[in-house]
C-alpha cells in the first residue's frame, strides 16, 4: 500500500482516473462468464470496518476468505475474517465487540447456512487473514486466523465445532499479522506455519494526501514487523524457530505469502511479497534453515529495480514450461508484475509488460489474485480483485459500497492466457446485448479473492471479500473450451492432504505442473485440490506424484472430467 515513486509525477498520476472510467463503462463481454449468486446461495457478509471517521489504517486492508471442507461432506464450505467495531489496542473497550468472522456451510441445495454460532467461531479480533490445513492429522481441516492483534488456532473437533487452542498450542502472536501459510519445512510429517506480519501502527500518527487532506497511512509511517515461523512439535503445541530458521534476519511490511518448491528440489519455499518493501524468497535449505533469494534469482524488485507496494501473491505455472512463476498485485501507479521463472539456470525475469498484464492493472490497486483456468483450455488465466486504499480519485459510477466507501470501490479484471504467459484482458473489449458483465461489472473494495469449484460442476468458481458491501460468489459460466481433472493427493498415514506435493499430469501432448498447497492470493485460503484444464485432451496419460517426502509415484487415470483421489502408496513407486 506504499505510494510509489510514479506517484510524484503528477501526469502519470492524472492518467490513472481516465483508465479507471474507461475500465468501469467498458467492461462488458459478450455473456457474462461469472455471475455472482451470492444473495440467491443465502451468503449475505460484508467485511465490517467499524470505522468512526478517524482513517485508521487497519479499516482499509480488508480481511480474506478460506473455501475448505471443514465437515468432510465433499463439498467447500465458506470462511470470512471480520473486523469489528473496535479496533484492539487502540479504541475504548466501551465502544463494544460488533461482529465476528462468519463460517457458512454448504447445503445439498447448493444454498449456505450461517453456521458461525454453532460451530463455537467467536473470534472477537480484528481479522484479517486466514488459512486452512490439518496441522494435528486428525483428518479435520482447522484454520488459523491472521488479526489486527491476537490471532487465533481454531482446532476443528470434528463434530462441527472449533476449539481456540492457541494458548495451549503455544501460539502467542499480538502484533499485526496479515496473512499466513501452512508448509511442512522440515518434512517431519507435520505441518509448520509461517505467518507474513505488517507493520506497527500506531492510531496517534496522523496522515494526509498529495494535497493535505486527511487520508489513510502508508506502510512507510510506521515501522515494519518481522514475519513469523512456528514449527509443529507433534501437532499439540508450536515454538517459534523465526530465529533458528533465519527468518528474522528480514524485517518488511509483509502482506501475502505462498508456497511452491520454486527450484524442484523437494524442499518447500516461500514467496513472500512485501508492501513498499523489497519481496523475499526464501529458500528452503533442507537443513531447517532459509536463505532469501530474491535479490540473486531476479524477484525482489521490478525491471526497473525499484521494490513496490506488494499486497497479493500467486505462483503457478503460466508459460506452459513445467515451472511456477509468480505474479504479485501492487498499488495503482504501478502495475501488477510478473516474474517468469527462467527456462535455464535459477531465477526469475520481469515480463510484466510483454505478457499483457502490466497496462491494464496500471490504475488499479491489485489484492487478491488467482490463477485458474477459467475456461478449461488447458492454461492458466488470472483472476484480480481490485480496491483503492486512497481517497483522492473520484469515485466510479455504480460502485456497490455506500458513500463515503465508494470513492474506494474499483473494477475487478479477468485477463486470458494465450498458454505462453501473454495475456489478453478479455472483459474489458467485448459487450453483450443487456450491458451486464461477469467480474468487472461490480465494483467493489475487493479484497480476498479465491477460486475453488464451489458446485462440483468442474470449473472453478471465485469468492471474494469486499469491504462494507457483500462479498461475491461468481459461478462460472465461461464457455467450455475442453475437459477438466481434479485431484486430491492424500497421505493415509497422515489422514490428510499432501500439502507439499508436486503433481504432474500428462495429457494431450501438454504437461501440466501443479504444487499441493492451500495459501496464496492475498490473506486467503485455497482448497488443496488441484484442478486441471486439459483442453481438447480426451485422455490422461499418466499422473506422478512427488510426495514431500520425496517419494515419486505413477498413477493411471481412465477418466477425464472426473474428481480422483490418489493416495501414497497406492500407486507405482519410481525406480
Do not use: C, K
Given at each position: 500500500m506504499a505510494a510509489p515513486k510514479a506517484l510524484t509525477d503528477r501526469g502519470r498520476a492524472a492518467a490513472a482516473p481516465t483508465l479507471l472510467i474507461l475500465l468501469a463503462t467498458a467492461c462488458t463481454p459478450p455473456t457474462p462468464w461469472f455471475v455472482d449468486i451470492a444473495p440467491s446461495a443465502n451468503v449475505p457478509f460484508a467485511y465490517h470496518t467499524g470505522a468512526t471517521g478517524r482513517l485508521w489504517m487497519p479499516e482499509v486492508m480488508g480481511g480474506g476468505v478460506a473455501l475448505f471442507d471443514y465437515d468432510a461432506d465433499g463439498d467447500l464450505d465458506l470462511y470470512f475474517t471480520n473486523g469489528n467495531d473496535r479496533l484492539p489496542q487502540a479504541v475504548d473497550a466501551a465502544e463494544g465487540a460488533g461482529p465476528t468472522d462468519r463460517l457458512y456451510r454448504r447445503d445439498p441445495d447448493g444454498r449456505y447456512t450461517d453456521v458461525t454460532a454453532a460451530a463455537h467461531i467467536?473470534?472477537?479480533?480484528?481479522?484479517?487473514?486466514?488459512?486452512?490445513?490439518?496441522?494435528?492429522?486428525?483428518?479435520?481441516?482447522?484454520?488459523?486466523?491472521?488479526?489486527?492483534?491476537?490471532?487465533h488456532l481454531l482446532h476443528n473437533q470434528g463434530?462441527?465445532?472449533?476449539?481456540?487452542?492457541?494458548?495451549?498450542?503455544?501460539?502467542?502472536?499480538?502484533?499485526?499479522?496479515?496473512?499466513?501459510?501452512?508448509?511442512?519445512?522440515?518434512?517431519d510429517g507435520w505441518l509448520d506455519l509461517y505467518v507474513a506480519r505488517y507493520i506497527a501502527w500506531r492510531p496517534d500518527v496522523p496522515c494526509q494526501d498529495r494535497d493535505g487532506n486527511a487520508d489513510y497511512c502508508g506502510p512507510a509511517a510506521f515501522a515494519d514487523v518481522r514475519d513469523m515461523l512456528w514449527h509443529n512439535e507433534g501437532g499439540a503445541r508450536f515454538t517459534d524457530a523465526t530465529e533458528r530458521a533465519g527468518i528474522d534476519r528480514v524485517t518488511y511490511a509483509g502482506l501475502g505469502v505462498t508456497v511452491d518448491d520454486f527450484d524442484d528440489d523437494g524442499w518447500p519455499d516461500l514467496f513472500v511479497a512485501n508492501d513498499g518493501d523489497p519481496n523475499v524468497l526464501w529458500r528452503n535449505r533442507g537443513d531447517g534453515t532459509f536463505d532469501n533469494?530474491?535479490?540473486?534469482?531476479?524477484?525482489?524488485?521490478?525491471?526497473?529495480?525499484?521494490a513496490e507496494a506488494g499486497m497479493g501473491v500467486v505462483a503457478d505455472d503460466l508459460t506452459g514450461d513445467g515451472q511456477s512463476d509468480v505474479v504479485v498485485t501492487h498499488l495503482h501507479a504501478e502495475t501488477n508484475t510478473f516474474y517468469a521463472r527462467r527456462t535455464a539456470g535459477a531465477g526469475f525475469d520481469d515480463l510484466t509488460l510483454p505478457s499483457g498484464l502490466g497496462l491494464p492493472s496500471y490504475p488499479l490497486t491489485g489484492f487478491g489474485i488467482a490463477a485458474f483456468d477459467a475456461e478449461l483450455d488447458g492454461d492458466l488465466d488470472i483472476a484480480i480483485a481490485n480496491g483503492r486504499v486512497h481517497r483522492s480519485l473520484p469515485a466510479l459510477p455504480g460502485a456497490a459500497p455506500a458513500a463515503p466507501w465508494d470513492a474506494l470501490a474499483e473494477p475487478k479484471l479477468l485477463q486470458m492466457n494465450d498458454g505462453t504467459g501473454r495475456f489478453d484482458t478479455l472483459d474489458i473489449h467485448h459487450a453483450n446485448d443487456d450491458g451486464s458483465c461477469g467480474l468487472c461489472a461490480d465494483i467493489d473494495i475487493a479484497r480476498g479473492l479465491a477460486p475453488g469449484d464451489l458446485d462440483s460442476d468442474g470449473d472453478l468458481d471465485l469468492v471474494v471479500a469486499n469491504i462494507e458491501s457483500p462479498a461475491r460468489l461468481y459461478d462460472n459460466r465461461a464457455p467450455r473450451q475442453g475437459h477438466w481433472l481434479a485431484v486430491r493427493a492424500v497421505d493415509p498415514r497422515l489422514k490428510r492432504d499432501a500439502i507439499g506435493a508436486r503433481v504432474i499430469v500428462d495429457a494431450g501432448g501438454r504437461r501440466h505442473r501443479r504444487f499441493v498447497r492451500t495459501s496464496g492470493s492475498y490473506q486467503s485460503s485455497v482448497p488443496a485440490t488441484v484442478h486441471v484444464g486439459l483442453g481438447v485432451a480426451t485422455a490422461v496419460d499418466g499422473i506422478a506424484i512427488w510426495w514431500p517426502d520425496g517419494l515419486e509415484e505413477s498413477f493411471e487415470v481412465d477418466c477425464v472430467d472426473c474428481a480422483v483421489e490418489l493416495r501414497r502408496g497406492e500407486g507405482v513407486v519410481a525406480p
Open positions: 467467536a473470534d472477537n479480533g480484528y481479522g484479517m487473514g486466514v488459512a486452512a490445513a490439518d496441522y494435528d492429522n486428525d483428518g479435520h481441516v482447522d484454520l488459523y486466523v491472521a488479526a489486527f492483534g491476537p490471532d463434530d462441527g465445532t472449533f476449539a481456540d487452542v492457541s494458548a495451549s498450542a503455544g501460539i502467542t502472536e499480538t502484533q499485526w499479522s496479515s496473512a499466513a501459510a501452512w508448509l511442512d519445512y522440515d518434512r533469494v530474491a535479490v540473486p534469482w531476479g524477484a525482489a524488485y521490478n525491471l526497473t529495480g525499484e
